[in-house]
């Protein structure tokens, strides 16, 4: 059971402002700032730092977040097994859009026919949905496309993605393609911000001193399938995963657009909470995982 002093830590450390942890937790400030005492007595360490008026974690106080998260989720998988009435595999797992749209129907169906009894709860969300909720302990693992701090997770590698351009073959440019920045004239069709789809874009744009904000126009869509159909009804250009749009591109609806200075690969990556006591259990799903695409 993880202590109350603790809880009062995590707290504080999402609100990072004691009078908004002490409302979260329904206890008085001075009860919060006790809490905080108490453990950097007991660690002989500050936990937190102001920065002019924001209350910043130290370097001790992120290692303590870090652990305590993975205690908190560790926990609550524990009291979920204790609580099964039956012995059955329940695995509790997110998945981003693109991974969850174009790889999941397949890997899900092999493994149910390996293990049919298995008990799967499986979300879609975008990358930084999906962090927090492995980092409050609804979910147990995920598979994602975007980035995530690897000092905080513990991870294996799914597969390796090309990342390209895509518009529908009867598509006006306003210039002819032959590098990114030529298609700043164009519409550009984006998945929210949080998609790992979209943030492998804006980090190669920033990488270039670029962004964003340079296309004449912008169109967030949160849904993969409708970002599909707008850009081959010819209403914009966007980037994606080539294994998203692979059916498209081989019955023509979908052209990739020629780039000589834009060549793009991702991981798709099976993350953890770093240091989680059943990190051996996890290896072995996604060692099922892999095998049931083989």
């Given at each position: 059971m993880l202590d109350f002093r603790m809880e009062t830590f995590l707290a504080v450390c999402q609100c990072m402002n004691f009078t908004r942890a002490s409302e979260q937790l329904n206890i008085t400030q001075p009860a919060v700032s006790q809490h905080i005492r108490f453990l950097e007595k007991h660690y002989n360490t500050k936990l937190f730092?102001?920065?002019?008026?924001?209350?910043?974690?130290?370097?001790?106080?992120?290692?303590?977040?870090?652990a305590s998260l993975t205690m908190m989720h560790d926990e609550m998988s524990m009291q979920s097994e204790m609580q099964k009435s039956e012995e059955t595999e329940?695995?509790?797992f997110g998945a981003t859009r693109t991974v969850g749209d174009v790889l999941?129907?397949?890997?899900?169906?092999?493994?149910?026919?390996n293990y049919p009894e298995a008990g799967i709860h499986m979300i879609v969300e975008n990358t930084k949905e999906l962090l927090q909720r492995l980092d409050e302990g609804t979910i147990d693992f995920a598979l994602v496309e975007g980035f995530f701090k690897k000092s905080e997770y513990d991870y294996q590698k799914y597969s390796d993605e090309n990342y390209i351009g895509v518009c529908s073959p009867d598509y006006q440019f306003h210039e002819t393609p032959e590098t990114l920045e030529n298609l700043f004239q164009e519409r550009i069709l984006l998945r929210e911000e949080g998609s790992g789809t979209r943030e492998v874009l804006e980090r190669?744009?920033?990488?270039?001193?670029?962004?964003?904000?340079?296309?004449?126009?912008?169109?967030?869509?949160g849904s993969?399938?409708?970002?599909?159909?707008?850009?081959?009804?010819?209403?914009?250009?966007?980037?994606?995963?080539?294994?998203?749009?692979?059916?498209?591109?081989?019955?023509?609806?979908?052209?990739?657009?020629?780039?000589?200075?834009?060549?793009v690969s991702h991981e798709f990556t099976f993350i953890w909470r770093r240091g989680s006591i059943y990190a051996d259990r996890y290896r072995e799903i996604f060692r099922r995982f892999s095998k049931n695409t083989d």
């Open positions: 730092r102001y920065e002019g008026k924001k209350l910043r974690l130290t370097g001790a106080g992120e290692i303590l977040r870090n329940e695995i509790r999941m129907g397949k890997i899900l169906e092999n493994y149910l026919k190669w744009l920033d990488s270039q001193n670029l962004g964003i904000r340079d296309f004449r126009q912008t169109m967030e869509v993969l399938q409708t970002i599909r159909e707008l850009t081959k009804a010819g209403c914009g250009i966007t980037f994606l995963y080539e294994a998203a749009v692979k059916e498209d591109l081989k019955a023509g609806t979908l052209q990739k657009i020629p780039l000589k200075d834009f060549h």
